[in-house]
């Protein structure tokens, strides 16, 4: 039985918000506090707003409400992002600082200086393409990225940011990524059909952000001489990048450069065999933050669909909008705020693809349009909500190899999803997916 609507339901993500974002402000640029956001404690800030949830409710026993988070909690795609966060933070650690500057030098030999961050774009559109993973694409490619910020003088956040976007961008278009497969499933169409008409409209906010990149690098940067590198360090990197353009599930692709990083470092002496497994836990260790706001966030989660927030959203939705337009605004703001609410897009999808169904079949939108729209708009607020994984995990990758950046200095320099959203609407007010039925 569904749970009746409860607008209330939906308070813990406003405490979370006012909290977060009002105390980065009074930091940030009220107490002029150098990196403000950066110094508040988000697991408390999500205790907080998990403690407001169990407080609501009362019908349910707290014993019920322990059931109920550990239901969110125990999701097959929250396990399968702790796994991964652990994976890379082991991987971050074997390689280390060296690696990653051993591959951002080889990348600033190769390439224009002025063009390097946009070389961490389109990288990042092809592996997180071919391994179907924004938060595994960005583990790997964030330690890269800082290396290019400390060497060539572009800022950390427009480095940062355009892994991130280009991270969203195979999430959003590959063909094993779970929020393709759940788009497809609950949308009943052809993974090649939703392939289709998702490139159409993420083909060229893909060109415009490159573009939009390599003019707002140029400015300012610092010439710098390239010191000798050890080729052998890119080793762990190339067969990481290697086996996502080829396809390969993350997890194999993980291990494989851990093993050879091991082997590498041990083998060039750059570190001891103790050392090195200190590194290693210190890695693991480094991903702690993110996990546990990965595990409050889908307790919170739980809770609030539990009490009816969830539902809410969806009466809203259902009333606010209509016509052909309006139908398709409505399926993209319903997984947005879903979005929102989950800080997951593929538990995003799997829970508005019903209703989005029913809003399709309604207004006339074509399957695969729905299932685009979907993906498409899931990917467009995950790449930009401060507490999602993907920010979540760039920022502790960042801070794993010492550089500290917070979510509110990469939030302006998301070029992609912003475009991917204009894109998306000027699609859906020509009537573009109407004509591609």
Do not use: H
């Amino acid at each position: 039985m569904k749970p009746k609507a409860n607008p209330r339901a939906l308070l813990p993500v406003l405490v979370f918000l006012v909290l977060y974002l009002g105390l980065g402000v009074l930091f940030e640029y009220v107490l002029k506090i150098e990196m403000g956001f950066y110094s508040i404690p988000i697991v408390v800030v999500f205790l907080i707003a998990l403690l407001v949830a169990c407080l609501q409710n009362r019908a349910l026993k707290f014993d019920e409400k322990l059931a109920v988070m550990g239901q969110g909690v125990g999701d097959k795609n929250i396990m399968t992002m702790i796994l991964i966060f652990l994976a890379a933070g082991v991987f971050v650690g074997v390689t280390g600082r060296s690696s990653a500057e051993a591959v951002a030098y080889f990348l600033l030999s190769v390439t224009p200086a002025r063009a390097a961050v946009g070389v961490l774009f389109v990288a990042a559109c092809f592996v997180s393409t071919a391994m179907g993973t924004s938060v595994g694409t960005i583990s790997l490619i964030t330690p890269i990225a800082v290396a290019v910020a400390q060497i060539s003088g572009f800022p950390l956040p427009l480095c940062i940011a355009s892994v991130m976007g280009g991270a969203m961008f195979g999430d959003n278009l590959s063909f094993i990524s779970d929020t393709t497969i759940a788009a497809c499933n609950t949308q009943g169409c052809e993974m090649r059909d939703k392939f289709r008409a998702n490139f159409k409209v993420a083909l060229p906010a893909a060109a415009a952000t490159l573009l939009l990149i390599l003019i707002s690098g140029s400015d300012g940067l610092r010439q710098i001489e390239i010191p000798p590198y050890n080729l052998l360090l890119l080793v762990p990197y190339v067969l990481v990048l290697a086996g996502g353009i080829a396809g390969v599930n993350v997890f194999p692709v993980l291990i494989a450069g851990i093993l050879a990083g091991a082997v590498i470092v041990l083998a060039t002496g750059t570190v001891g065999a103790l050392d090195l497994l200190g590194s290693m836990g210190a890695g693991a260790s480094g991903m702690f933050e993110t996990i546990m706001v990965t595990l409050l966030v889908s307790a919170m989660c739980a809770l609030m669909r539990e009490y009816g927030g969830f539902e809410a959203l969806l009466s809203f939705i259902r009333r606010a909008f209509r016509g052909a337009v309006g139908g398709r605004l409505g399926v993209g703001l319903l997984v947005g705020a879903m979005d929102i609410a989950t800080a997951n897009n593929t538990v995003a999808i799997v829970m508005a693809g019903p209703i989005a169904r029913q809003i399709s079949d309604e207004y006339g939108i074509s399957p695969k349009e729905s299932a685009s729209l979907l993906d498409t708009f899931s990917c467009i607020f995950q790449g930009v909500i401060p507490y999602g994984a993907q920010m979540l995990v760039a920022i502790s990758q960042a801070a794993v190899l010492g550089a500290s950046v917070s979510a509110f200095e990469i939030i302006p320099r998301l070029y992609y999803p912003y475009l991917l959203l204009l894109s998306s609407l000027v699609f859906i007010f020509i009537g573009a997916g109407r004509r591609a039925k």
